[in-house]
């Protein structure tokens, strides 16, 4: 399947003195960008075909993939000033730039890149800005057996607010975490069928047009993940994930987990 990855918003909740001249897709996790762990990931489970919605910083993000450096994140040997690499990230990738438009709603942009799809009845979506170890392979067969028009990812809250019931008196009647609520947030990974992009207007909206329209009609899924899920909308957020990488626990990088179990010669 082809991966739609919108990568062309602000990230206003991002910014720093240092965002304002690297894009968000572009803010680093380790050796490598947000958005290459995102498509990492994708690739793990088989899908090479990535189609980049572009906005803001599409410049850089262009520039990234077109000066790539396999050596940053890939064992070699080198022989007389010749470079042989031992694996690689992205010799098998096709990387589609489409210009979305600044100003741009993801539905809008999800329109645009239509034509870039081909014939597949379905696709998937996602704000590359979001880090899981959530089971694709899984997700996408329930929805395809279901013969399902979209899924998302639905994850637990992850604020740690604390909700209060309270009486018009003002008596405190109990406090919770919202995390033991029994509600769950979107966690930006969608499978979509070709049909959802006839539901957005032009300059609609995925969610709020889209999915809304199907909410109630049995052809919207909602796939429920406990697991690790983790966005990186703030700097403390992606400075989080940078630990998390530098420290060695990282668990969105499923590729790794199962290459290091193949080795031992383990289930992963």
């Not at 189609?51 to 520039?63: F, W």
């Not at 979305?100 to 239509?114: C, K, N, W």
Request: charged share 25%; net charge negative; proline share 6%.
């Amino acid at each position: 399947m082809k991966v739609v990855l919108f990568c062309g918003g602000y990230g206003m909740r991002m910014r720093t003195a240092e965002s304002d001249v690297i894009p968000k897709p572009l803010q680093m996790v380790g050796p490598r960008p947000l958005l290459w762990h995102v498509m990492r990931y994708y690739a793990h489970f088989g899908h090479k075909e990535f189609i980049l919605c572009l906005g803001y910083g599409a410049e850089k993000i262009k520039d990234f993939f077109l000066n790539y450096r396999e050596t940053e994140s890939n064992d070699f040997v080198m022989r007389g000033g010749d470079v042989e690499l031992l694996s690689s990230d992205i010799a098998d990738w096709t990387v589609t730039f489409v210009d979305t438009g600044l100003e741009s709603p993801i539905g809008e942009r999800l329109r645009r890149v239509r034509p870039y799809l081909g014939d597949d009845e379905y696709f998937l979506a996602n704000y590359a800005d979001v880090l899981t170890d959530a089971p694709l392979d899984k997700i996408v067969d329930r929805v395809v057996s279901a013969k399902a028009a979209a899924s998302m990812l639905i994850v637990p809250p992850q604020q740690s607010f604390h909700c209060v019931d309270v009486t018009e008196s003002g008596e405190v009647k109990e406090i919770l975490p919202v995390s033991q609520f029994p509600v769950w947030e979107n966690g930006g990974y969608f499978v979509l069928s070709q049909e959802v992009i006839d539901l957005i207007p032009p300059g609609g909206d995925l969610v709020a047009d889209a999915c809304g329209a199907l909410t109630g009609t049995g052809r919207l899924i909602g796939y429920r993940h406990d697991g690790f899920w983790k966005p990186a909308d703030t700097f403390k957020e992606r400075a989080e994930l940078d630990a998390g990488y530098n420290s060695g626990d990282r668990p969105w990088m499923v590729w790794e987990t199962e290459d290091r179990a193949a080795l031992a010669g383990t289930p992963a």
